[in-house]
């Protein structure tokens, strides 16, 4: 979930953390298993249907000539989601097409670059951020999804002679020890080594409102010194994540008892003063006391954005899970953050997905599997896991305590090249989806009417639709027409009901980085992430361009702090980050390096944009996980639409959400035809993701 705040500077005893593990897969199962009757029920009906069978037979096997091989499966949006169904179903051998709104692949994942970007420039090389997505944690199980994708895309454009349009991963700086915290207008900011003590001017001694007992440094039973309040999250957390280590199946239960709770809600109204335990002063208030306002305020300050704390508890219990797996995994000592992003912008990666989409064949079994290996998906000829891939940059490269892989088998890197088949189609904005009964010799499928990008209306019709586009883009804006018509009231529900996370960001030019030359650096490129309770929340240092004069800072904010960024006008918005940035730098007159606002060249702000249909990520509220989740899974119109996009998976705000919810929506496809050999095929090529319906036993 990569909104969450890892705050700098106060560290937690890692108490009840998993260390490795799918706890995500094992937490969508048990949902599914504790409170998707429904879904469970339409499922198997849906599959028992064997009219569906002739589908498969007549679309896909008995078709010799691939010329007369008709599209089966429509895919709307060209986002992670979408791209990722089309990638599993072109390695199947089951056509289908992808229809995009804009003029780009990719969705939330979207590079600026500024006009004067140059890959080839070293003074402008530098000069780009992330608008969406930026990281991937580097040894977390449940995200080597995305890793094992990147790969896997070398090897098909190798073979085809597009070794420009090849993946490399960098190491993301999220964090270090030389990063900087300023809050309560403090008389000037403290680097992060130096902040686990520091009250940060929130005790009423300072100025601030919290008891002094909160912030007044104490020593545990084994001489370590920490603030109190440092310490309640561990506490408010520490129970569930033991209980779940031990067991998924009481763990979720004990966990899901909260799931009517918001983050905000169960600390002030179920979390006790008595639930500290050693740590407990009485001070602090009578033991069967809640937390404070005051308390939870300071909790949520620096840990995510303002507001972001009336979410489900849930979500932020298990979003512990995917900060824990940014850690090496291969050793629990290691206390390091391991992240990567793309090398030069990751719209190398959605722009990669095209141009394999676009050639008759893609990935293969045997890269699939060789991917794996080298990812530590599975374990390798020594019968051990280990990760060693190829397109690592120098500075992404593991740490010793890392095994490398003992890779089997071997990519068809010598295959012929692949001639080319368009199947994704841009600035084609699907505008209505409708179910016809009598499709497909009356098994039903979904026309689409489609506005072209020369501003024509033209009509398809599939046996199958995966539409993975945000819930608020369905509302389309038509006269007259829905997007959906004759949706089950729980779907409809589910798309108007789930909670959609606002975030903001901006990217500021300066003609020097003076960040660089300020302090000291606990790397050679990287300063990681500066936090403070201005409205620009976070600044986001580069991890690459530091050979450069000119550099860009990113400011990235969530909730309430980005809905009031949002509503500024665009150079409004520039100017507050502009004050942010030099609220953290006190010694410096930021406004003399600042490169003038100009919009596209030197500056860029986002705060969401007609495609996106409001919000940035899925962020559950109390209650959705049990009520919305399962029936944002299920299938609508016996079986021929299947909604995808991180909001219908567990992990929310990531890319591997989406990776998730398209491979799940595929699979249902297959089940519903019958496609046994297909479904083997792709677990083959794809392995096993967090599809729970997979789970489902047959009657």
Not at 314 to 334: C, L, R
Not at 582 to 609: C, L, R, S
Request: hydrophobic share 35%.
């Amino acid at each position: 979930m990569s909104y969450l705040s890892f705050s700098p500077g106060n560290q937690s005893t890692g108490k009840g953390k998993k260390k490795k593990g799918t706890v995500r897969k094992a937490f969508s199962d048990w949902i599914i298993q504790n409170y998707g009757d429904d879904y469970k029920e339409t499922l198997l009906k849906q599959r028992s249907d064997v009219k569906n069978i002739g589908l498969l037979k007549e679309q896909i096997i008995e078709v010799k000539d691939d010329t007369q091989k008709k599209p089966l499966v429509g895919i709307i949006g060209g986002g992670f989601a979408g791209m990722y169904a089309g990638l599993i179903l072109q390695s199947l051998d089951i056509e289908f097409e992808i229809f995009e709104a804009s003029d780009r692949v990719g969705g939330r994942i979207d590079t600026w670059y500024s006009t004067e970007y140059d890959a080839n420039s070293q003074e402008n090389k530098g000069l780009y951020g992330e608008v969406g997505g930026m990281r991937v944690p580097q040894f977390s199980e449940d995200m080597l999804p995305v890793q094992h994708l990147a790969l896997s895309l070398n090897y098909v454009l190798e073979r085809n002679g597009l070794t420009d349009k090849m993946l490399r991963w960098r190491k993301f700086y999220y964090n270090s020890d030389y990063q900087r915290l300023r809050y309560n207008d403090m008389k000037k900011p403290i680097i992060a080594k130096n902040a686990s003590l520091n009250s940060l001017q929130f005790g009423k001694d300072q100025g601030g409102d919290l008891k002094e007992v909160w912030v007044t440094p104490k020593t545990d039973e084994n001489g370590n010194e920490y603030l109190p309040i440092n310490v309640i999250l561990d506490k408010v957390n520490g129970p569930f994540l033991e209980a779940i280590d031990k067991s998924f199946q009481t763990g979720f239960a004990k966990l899901m008892r909260y799931d009517n709770y918001s983050m905000w809600a169960y600390l002030t109204n179920v979390f006790t003063l008595a639930d500290l335990e050693e740590y407990y002063d009485p001070k602090m208030g009578a033991p069967c006391e809640n937390l404070s306002y005051n308390v939870a305020s300071y909790l949520e300050t620096l840990n995510v954005g303002t507001g972001m704390y009336s979410v489900s508890f849930v979500e932020m219990v298990i979003a512990v899970y995917d900060w824990d797996g940014s850690k090496n995994s291969y050793d629990p000592s290691d206390p390091n953050i391991y992240m990567i992003t793309m090398d030069k912008g990751m719209q190398h990666f959605p722009d990669a997905c095209k141009a394999v989409l676009n050639l008759k064949n893609g990935v293969t079994v045997d890269d699939g599997n060789l991917a794996k290996v080298l990812i530590g998906m599975e374990k390798g000829a020594n019968n051990e896991y280990g990760y060693s891939p190829p397109n690592l940059t120098k500075d992404a490269e593991p740490p010793a305590s890392v095994p490398p892989a003992d890779p089997k088998g071997q990519a068809h890197t010598k295959l012929d090249p692949s001639t080319s088949k368009e199947r994704v189609f841009m600035n084609h904005r699907v505008t209505t989806a409708r179910y016809d009964e009598s499709l497909y010799e009356n098994n039903g499928g979904i026309r689409l009417s489609i506005l072209n990008d020369k501003n024509e209306t033209i009509e398809r019709a599939y046996a199958y639709v995966i539409s993975t586009l945000p819930n608020g883009a369905y509302l389309n804006g038509q006269k007259h027409k829905n997007f959906f018509d004759g949706l089950s009231f729980s779907k409809s529900r589910a798309l108007r009901e789930c909670n959609y996370m606002p975030s903001f960001k901006a990217f500021i030019t300066f003609n020097t980085q003076f960040w660089k030359d300020i302090g000291e650096r606990q790397y050679e490129t990287g300063l990681g992430v500066s936090a403070s309770d201005r409205p620009n929340r976070q600044i986001v240092y580069p991890s690459y361009g530091y050979d450069a004069q000119k550099g860009v800072l990113q400011i990235y904010c969530w909730a309430q702090d980005a809905e009031r960024m949002g509503a500024l006008s665009d150079e409004e918005r520039v100017n507050e980050c502009l004050k942010g940035i030099q609220f953290m730098y006190p010694e410096v007159d930021i406004y003399k390096h600042f490169a003038g606002y100009k919009d596209g060249v030197n500056t860029k702000t986002w705060f969401w944009d007609q495609h996106a249909g409001g919000g940035a990520f899925a962020l559950f509220n109390p209650g959705q996980f049990k009520n919305l989740y399962p029936t944002l899974l299920t299938p609508e119109f016996n079986g021929t639409l299947n909604l995808a996009g991180e909001c219908c998976s567990v992990h929310h705000g990531w890319i591997v959400g989406a990776l998730d919810s398209a491979y799940n929506a595929v699979n249902n496809i297959l089940e519903k035809m019958k496609a046994t050999k297909h479904i083997a095929k792709m677990q083959a090529t794809w392995g096993v993701l967090t599809a729970p319906d997979i789970a489902i036993k047959k009657k």
